[in-house]
């Protein structure tokens, strides 16, 4: 088991800055990678950002290309997501997931545990 939890959202003006932060515990051992997703509301959950834990090639939604940015702690146990240039567009509440048994894709029915979620609202 994996527990996720995360962090560090709230409100901010457009083109201001947030970090979230997403702490794994338990079998962090058996972790491949971690992502981001978000819901804005009325819209389904999409993936944002992932992070391999071996190798260095990380994902990024076209939407979020140049103004996000994942990364993790060298003892792979917490994972960070800082937010530039923020827009009304990204409000919505963003889950961290962690990825055990399979990450040939960051496909969010690949993804084996979540966060309890954490809101984020841009205000224009």
């Known amino acids: 088991q994996v527990q996720l939890v995360e962090s560090g959202g709230g409100l901010v003006q457009a083109g201001g800055s947030l970090s979230l932060s997403c702490a794994a515990s338990?079998?962090?051992?058996?972790?491949?990678?971690m992502g981001w997703f978000r819901q804005a509301p009325g819209k389904e959950r999409e993936f944002v950002a992932g992070?391999?834990?071996?190798?260095?090639?990380?994902n990024y939604a076209d939407s979020v290309k140049g103004r996000f940015t994942i990364s993790r702690d060298n003892a792979k146990t917490t994972v960070y997501l800082q937010m530039n240039s923020l827009e009304p567009e990204d409000t919505a509440v963003y889950y961290c997931?962690?990825?055990?048994?399979?990450?040939?894709?960051?496909?969010?029915?690949?993804?084996?545990?979540w966060g309890q979620g954490t809101q984020v609202t841009v205000s224009s």
């Open positions: 992070i391999p834990w071996t190798g260095s090639r990380n």
């Open positions: 338990g079998h962090t051992f058996s972790i491949l990678g």
């Open positions: 997931a962690a990825y055990v048994r399979n990450l040939a894709t960051w496909a969010m029915r690949n993804a084996d545990y």
